[in-house]
């Protein structure tokens, strides 16, 4: 990726300072609002902000894979990158992350970096 970044994009004439800053700005809202949801102890407050906040985070969200495509227009492994992330969060990725909450999602992450680390192992052991 760091190839097809200097070969398509590091210097070259870039019209695209508003995208640029637009994607800073999207980003910030999200970080905030995911912050917010974090802060909230129940199930029933998630699950309310969830419902009153997905359509605004899913506008942001878009705009935000809107922006980075529009930066990264040549074909090449980050705009596949960027396209293949935009697809997850349309399709109801962005709402599955809120829903399950933060600390869910840590324990989600732990078991498949567990189940990972148990299968590298087999590998490893078969190719002796």
Same mark, same amino acid.
């Given at each position: 990726?760091?190839?097809?970044?200097?070969?398509?994009?590091?210097?070259?004439?870039?019209?695209?300072?508003?995208?640029?800053?637009?994607?800073?700005?999207?980003?910030?809202?999200?970080?905030?609002?995911? /912050?917010?949801?974090?802060?909230?102890?129940?199930?029933?407050?998630?699950?309310?902000?969830?419902?009153?906040?997905?359509?605004?985070?899913?506008? %942001?969200?878009?705009?935000?894979?809107?922006?980075?495509?529009?930066?990264?227009?040549?074909? /090449?492994?980050?705009?596949?990158?960027?396209?293949?992330?935009?697809?997850?969060?349309? /399709?109801?990725?962005?709402?599955?992350?809120?829903? %399950?909450?933060?600390?869910?999602?840590? /324990?989600? %992450?732990?078991?498949?970096?567990?189940?990972?680390?148990?299968?590298?192992? %087999?590998?490893?052991?078969?190719?002796?």
């Amino acid at each position: 990726m760091g190839w097809d970044y200097l070969r398509n994009y590091a210097w070259r004439d870039t019209t695209s300072f508003q995208d640029a800053f637009g994607i800073a700005a999207d980003f910030n809202e999200l970080l905030s609002a995911l /912050g917010e949801l974090g802060r909230l102890k129940s199930d029933s407050q998630r699950a309310a902000w969830v419902a009153r906040h997905y359509g605004n985070l899913l506008r %942001v969200s878009k705009s935000m894979f809107n922006r980075l495509l529009s930066i990264f227009s040549k074909s /090449g492994p980050l705009r596949e990158l960027v396209e293949t992330l935009k697809e997850e969060m349309e /399709g109801e990725f962005l709402k599955d992350c809120l829903e %399950v909450g933060s600390n869910d999602l840590k /324990g989600l %992450v732990q078991i498949l970096k567990d189940l990972s680390s148990k299968y590298t192992n %087999v590998y490893a052991h078969q190719e002796f």
